[in-house]
């Protein structure tokens, strides 16, 4: 039994705790939250204890591993703890929003075999997953151009914005990351638009975009093409397609059930769309704890890690280069 | 080049005209119709002429063979002319209400090499082509159950109904006809159900149904249903799915685009469906007359051909059998 | 805390026992099966005790509730015993095979306001919940046809075909309890057809048909077919669509995941079909529990309950009769 | 009646010929090529004159109107002579692989009346038109991104790469076209990414590329992303995807029919695309003659003319900039 304890127990670190106590194998060990009062709500609906700072977490003979899902700013730290301690950590993306920090912390847990996960879900959902598989089975040959769109069902609150590092770091991070996933070779140079098209006010005082492009090539030429937007009416948009020299291989929205209905005017209509990440993504969540449980159980790498979490701010940093500069950006240039 | 005389200029005359007009080995030797003005406009229109009589036209020097729109009571008649004068007829479905009538035009008719096609348009549209292609080529394997949906989009004018020769012969005959073609094997037995929901009192006055399930059966065990409704509120529903020991086959509906739409609480909106039977069977209607062409050409017989007009019909007055008698009609029974 | 004996313990008694200890609010009190040997491996493999014998199961004071996976033989019996006891039950489908059984049943436990639910699982489903939503929701309109198709992925074995009771009340039953649900109203007639195409020798041994297709009409005039299979090689075919004056909706079949696939010949392929009924109902088989734990806390009528298993073996009934006799039958003829 | 002649009898000079012929308001005034044997078999086969250069078919009183399939190089010239005389023009696309030979050729030109069209046949297609009357009727709200995939089903001969001016001139171009007609605002700003991944060595050695991605944005930042291959193994890919602040549609590809099959380990396979362009927007050049038709008759600027070809080809030079730069490319300093 690998005794969890969840560091941050907002929205996500609830899901996650919830997805500890259904495994098998994994136990809900108690939880921190800089916000004392929802700490002791949350450990008294989950039947767990409330520890009082997260360096009482990471010290409890009751913890093995952590789960992070506090805010940004304190990721590097605990990660940081966690690995001092020997505990294995799973945290929530990204990082940091600054890549010297992510840099210092790579520098003090270099060479420690404590497994350190970072948690983007997207690798683990089904449809992506089959995508990769078909991609490593060669069923479409070699991969050409891969295209990620990636759309919220709504903006996030002003004050969400005004803090998330602004779009490419907090957003688009999780389509860098995928995109990596499924390239299979790292990315050469980053390109990307941004507009302000669905709260200019609000994205003209954060100097942040709403609608992004952004096209990335690898040395090898292999191209992928990311779409954001903030705010999609239909729903949560979260589709991939790649292409390559033997066929094409896509993974489609999932709507809330499998109906077509057929009416004046419009025919074969599905309903909405799943909203938002959390149900979109819930077998996802439960494979992220899944493969988490099986790394520190092994004390092996787990299948997506800090250098991924690295990598992706990386591409994030080049992608807000490009749109300042008005220019191709050369990873080799960043970091 | 064949000469091809339209007797009866309706509707569906008129679109046959124009057909005739585009194949590059047809042309259109003059209209007859028992309403002159409109024979005398549509002639004017498609600078053609006017046959004062249907006698006329099969009597012409300058007709080398017979297209026949006309109403349902003068197809026997017609045909037999045609025959009689030794010029190919195409003849529009169905050949009579009355079975007695189909059987001493067969009689009369019978011996003689001149072509004659019954218009059963859905035999050449491309999707149901395609589905009859698998079938022959063994993709599905052994067909052990048909599905045939068949819905139009709206109730034809009461004036309409009440001599359509009811439902089974006037909408469901096209069904009966494709179910023969897929199953490539002689229907054994018939069970009908009848309900009036569209329009009860118009039915309940026609003693006719406007919503009906046929259930048919061959000899070797091979199911076909057949579903039909008056009415459709999204439009001329018109599918097949064959079903076998191999695999399964299916023909979807056409919109008007290939447009999907998605907008808030509903996603992947196709538009609504071609409407009427003239545009969704635009195609398959320019194939009829290229195949009449080529029989006539040929002095072949037809790819459909007069006796499967009279078994159509056979299915007809079996299912109307078995929706008043409540017991399932052994085609033997009948005829 | 609803503590549950589960009397079976073979795959669907597993299911279900793994289903209940997953639930918040019940709790596996133990289970039984006639396999002494497979009750002990399944008690020790789940972490429960073991009774000796249904009648302990009932009696015990640890059981609040029994679910009954157990061989059909033992269905009435072991549901005359928990009512006796006062203990709600969950029974899988069917009732027994014989209707005179099931009507001795009924009258034992008349008046009794025990909880009997029956496992109808497919009301359970999300699309097929989410099609009865919109008919009542008056999306379709008045509802005129509905088409139920169900195919197995593959034969049963030969010793399973042979005491199942025969595809109508052993498969199809799932689908007369499906048209009960969505027509909303009781059947006045039914129509069946049967075939022996997937394994004739088998089915002809059995007295048995492997290819069935079923019409049924209400009072009302509303139509329903059923097309069974017992082996698609594509998969569980498991869909409905349901037509009405204001418009169609479908439930479509559940591929393994989200994917299309475009290569060579072939475009916007699927993967094959979720297989077999434990994956593609997993959902709707945890509603199950879920209902039924609701309808014993309460002490309410479950969603579905003994009369719509007793009123589907009905149905079954009149399918035979009309197979055997050929005729349309009434069901106030049967039971 | 427009008289129409036809300079350029390739490929798709026969096919205009044959829309010539089959449209009501338009014949076909005779043939010229350089190669006089071709052009004799056509004008033989077509029933048509041939004339012995472009002079005599521009000076003929026998023609009205002039449709340019010749070679790329003789585009510009042939466009004058037209106007010139005084006579409309439906040119293929490009105008000339030279922006600057298009100045000196809108110069010639400027403040004629004489029509001069540009068969950008896709904005003709019934899909595409679609896509842009829900932009106009504001279905989708205020246009955000647009994503246009454009892959052809095999890489076109080396003869013909070698000429084609490279594949922004020569295949972008079309998609250059469509994504002015959908955004409805000039295009600012231009950034590419080149690949050889199709045939790399013909691609060295043509200084082009086989597969690109072109990012666009106007000045009001709507977005558009571009996606090209030569080679795309499942067939004709060409489909058009608007999203906006109130919706999203999409157009899909075109099978060969409307079927999907379903076998062991696939489900819900469509056939083939249609392949090639003359199948896949037969419809759409059809369409391009009724524009030019009513165009010419009416002496009004037609749908799509000399200017939109300017522009294209400009957004072409802008791409290739932006590959062999490395930077985001503004139109203001192209031509």
């Known amino acids: 039994m690998l005794r969890i304890a969840v560091l941050g127990v907002g929205r996500i670190g609830r899901m996650h705790a919830a997805n ?44 093995d591993a952590l789960l992070i899902a506090s805010s940004t700013a304190t990721h590097a730290d605990f990660i940081e703890m966690g690995v001092a301690a020997g505990k294995p950590v799973l945290c929530e993306k990204p990082i940091d929003l600054s890549l010297e920090r992510v840099e210092t912390c790579a520098a003090k847990i ?19 997953r089959a995508v990769k598989a078909a991609i490593e089975a060669g069923r479409i040959g070699d991969l050409h151009q891969l295209a990620i769109t990636s759309r919220d069902p709504g903006l996030a609150p002003a004050a ?35 507009s302000r098209l669905v709260d200019p006010a609000l994205m003209e005082r954060c100097d942040d975009y709403d609608t992004v492009t952004i096209t990335m090539a690898t040395a090898g030429g292999k191209q992928c093409v990311i779409t954001n937007s903030r705010r999609a009416v239909y729903g949560y948009d979260q589709r991939v397609e790649a292409f390559g020299s033997g066929g094409m291989i896509a993974t489609d929205n999932k709507p809330l059930d499998n109906t ?17 990440f959390i149900e979109r993504y819930d077998d996802a969540f439960a494979a992220v704890i899944g493969e988490f449980v099986g790394a520190a159980e092994a004390g092996r790498a787990p299948a997506v890690g800090f250098e991924d979490g690295r990598q992706a701010l990386i591409l994030a940093e080049a992608a807000l280069l490009s749109v300042r500069e008005g220019r191709t950006v050369s990873i080799s240039d960043i970091g």
Request: aromatic share 10%; proline share 4%; no cysteine.
């Open 110 to 128: 270099a060479g420690s075999p404590v497994p350190v996960m970072l948690g983007f879900v997207r690798r683990f959902d089904t449809g992506h």
């Open 260 to 276: 077509r209905f057929s009416g004046p005017g419009a025919t074969g209509q599905a309903p909405a769309l799943l909203d938002f």
């Open 160 to 194: 969400y914005i005004e803090v998330s590092g602004g779009i490419f770091r907090d957003m688009t991070i999780h389509d860098f990351d995928l995109a990596r996933y499924f390239l299979g070779e790292e990315i050469a140079t980053v390109s990307a638009t941004g």
């Open 20 to 63: 500890i106590a259904l495994h098998p194998r994994a136990a809900l060990a108690g939880v921190f939250d800089v916000n004392d009062a929802a700490a002791t709500e949350i450990a008294t609906a989950l039947g767990t204890v409330k520890f009082a700072s997260a360096e009482e977490a990471v010290a409890s003979e009751a913890v």
